[in-house]
């Protein structure tokens, strides 16, 4: 029996390289949650911060991937409806209807407060000369949030242990790093918490299919980046996760074709 999969946000970037990837290796029956229509798939058109209205899409289904999201950063109305009210009728129609697993899209915003901080705020703009040899790894248990959203993102998280404890549920929160439809870095910023195309699909995939002994847990997600300052070990041994990506290589290669184009 294939997995039946209901994803908030497939419209967006993400959403759609997650359908993408789980389509081409089958086994998956997807349905998206979304306010416009999602081609391909069984969809239910609704506002997640309406929860009648997205309550019954959760019938019937195995895994939620929470993709969905508010991004402005400071808009406390616009992340108090989407990121924290829209966060928290997600989990709760999960549970209602009895779905085992809910990934939660969190971001790398939970920590990017680390980035007013050395070395981190050298390694963010690329002061990498006054960079130590070696530096501690941000992991997946600390949190210092940077702006509203991060907060959000830091409650998502939060709520996702409350529902795992309480109800026996099993909540994965993915800390995603930088995603564009470029698929490479945009700023000197992100040559440190790039995540390419691939490896953002198969992070979600991975989660999908976890052992169901991986009751609450958090994820950093980013690529194989020279300067990524947020430690991957633990997705590794948990889900035996091997980003395949780099900003390395993807920067380097994009250097050079503007070089070659500038020359012509």
């Known amino acids: 029996m294939p997995t039946k999969v209901l994803i908030t946000g497939m419209s967006g970037l993400i959403g759609g390289l997650l359908k993408a990837h789980l389509q081409e290796l ?40 929470h993709l969905a999201a508010y991004l402005g950063s400071q808009d406390w109305e616009g ?5 924290v009210v829209g966060t928290y009728n ?6 209602q209807a009895g779905v085992k697993r809910v990934i ?8 990017r407060g680390f980035e007013f901080v050395s070395p981190y705020k050298e390694i963010a703009s690329g002061k990498y000369d006054d960079v130590p040899d070696n530096f501690p790894m941000i992991t997946h248990e600390q949190i210092r949030p940077e702006a509203l959203y991060g907060a959000a993102k830091v409650w998502g998280e939060a709520l996702g242990r409350h529902f795992s404890d309480d109800y026996d549920m099993s909540i994965i929160c993915v800390r995603i790093g930088s995603v564009h439809r470029e698929n490479r870095p945009m ?16 992070m979600l995939r991975l989660c999908i299919d ?18 990524n300052y947020r430690d ?9 996760w091997e980003p395949r990506d780099s900003a ?9 074709i503007q070089m070659i184009r500038k020359r012509n």
């Open 210 to 227: 976890a052992a169901e002994s991986v009751k609450y847990d958090v994820f950093f997600a980013v690529s194989n980046n020279k300067w």
């Open 187 to 202: 700023s000197v910023r992100e040559n440190a918490i790039y995540l390419g195309h691939r490896d953002i699909a198969n």
């Open 104 to 111: 939660f899209a969190s971001s790398g915003n939970a920590i």
């Open 232 to 240: 991957l070990e633990h997705a590794k041994h948990v889900l035996g």
């Open 79 to 83: 992340q108090h409806a989407g990121n």
């Open 248 to 256: 390395d290589e993807i920067g380097l290669t994009h250097t050079k």
């Open 26 to 65: 089958g086994g998956y029956e997807l349905t998206a949650l979304n306010r416009s229509q999602v081609d391909g798939v069984r969809n239910h058109t609704a506002d997640i911060a309406d929860f009648d209205a997205i309550r019954p899409a959760f019938d019937g289904q195995d895994v939620v991937v």
């Open 90 to 95: 997600v989990f709760e129609a999960a549970r």
